[in-house]
């Protein structure tokens, strides 16, 4: 019937929207747990330089200068 058809498609939407909600709040709170103790990204510095330099000791691509 139509009408099992639709309620069907409102209780698929209310599970998406639910999901997207939980994995957005869930992926919020770790990043802000994250910048808050190790921090999310590299200094200025360190990117100017780059990262293969800073992270790794090597140069990742040995370019002409």
């Known amino acids: ?3 099992g058809s639709v309620d069907q ?13 939980y994995s957005f709040g869930l992926s919020y709170i ?3 747990a994250i910048k808050m103790t190790i921090g999310l ?5 360190e990117e100017r330089r780059g990262l ?3 992270l ?3 140069q990742a691509y040995a370019l002409a200068e």
Request: proline content about 0%; overall charge negative.
């Open 1 to 3: 019937t139509v009408a």
């Open 9 to 21: 498609f409102i209780k698929q939407l209310e599970s998406v929207v639910i999901a997207l909600v």
């Open 30 to 32: 770790l990043a802000m």
């Open 41 to 45: 990204r590299v200094t200025e510095e």
């Open 52 to 54: 293969d330099i800073t």
């Open 56 to 58: 790794h000791d090597e």
